[in-house]
């Protein structure tokens, strides 16, 4: 079964700085989707990026990015200038490819806080 | 946008009661829907997959007579927390997932959660 990992329970930044967020998988698959998700104080899950493993090129969304390392099994996500509104529980998560294969795996989530 | 309504948002239940927590995919049909529960600051862990029309696969330590999923439509599904107990208290959240992968959430909305509080 796949794992996912997050070694840092908190994080905070300043506002307007760039924060990395670390995540790491156990898998045996060669070709899987990783995922960012965001969770704020409403409890709503929201997508925040998303990689295909096959796919050599970190993916980005606007402030959003990632450094998807596929040998390592990492796949961290980096924000530039935090924004007040940043502030969430962040959860990796990991999915096989395939019909029926369909389940996230997420990790124990990273708590960001950002300064003013 | 894809959107699911999960309902009720809480509810306080007296123990030994049953509750029944929906989830409504509003512009799609899920194919596939799970449930999710989370613990105070803790992940979400997965209870159950539920295809339409057949029996949800519960996750290993969840128990199925305890936590009844029915996926009847394309566009509904119940989770029923019977006979429930102070233990059972805690959020719970629901993903619809649709065969469009080029879907916006690439094919995986969530609804916004039910506390259940049981007394």
Known sequence: AQTVTQSQPEMSVQEAETVTL???YDT????????WYKQPPSRQMILVIRQEAYKQQNA???????????????????IS?????????YFCAYRSVGFGNEKLTFGTGTRLTIIP | GAVVSQHPSWVICKSGTSVKIECRSLDFQATTMFWYRQFPKQSLMLMATSNEGSKAT????VEKDKFLINHASLTLSTLTVTSAHPEDSSFYICSARDSLEDRENYGYTFGSGTRLTVV
């Open chain 1, 81 to 89: 200038d935090s924004q007040l509104g940043d502030a969430a529980m």
């Open chain 1, 28 to 35: 045996s698959e060669s070709d899987y989707y990783l995922f």
């Open chain 1, 22 to 24: 670390s995540c790491t």
């Open chain 2, 58 to 61: 519960y996750e290993q330590g």
């Open chain 1, 60 to 78: 980005t969304e606007n402030r959003f990015s990632v450094n998807f390392q596929k040998a390592a099994k990492s796949f961290s996500l980096k």
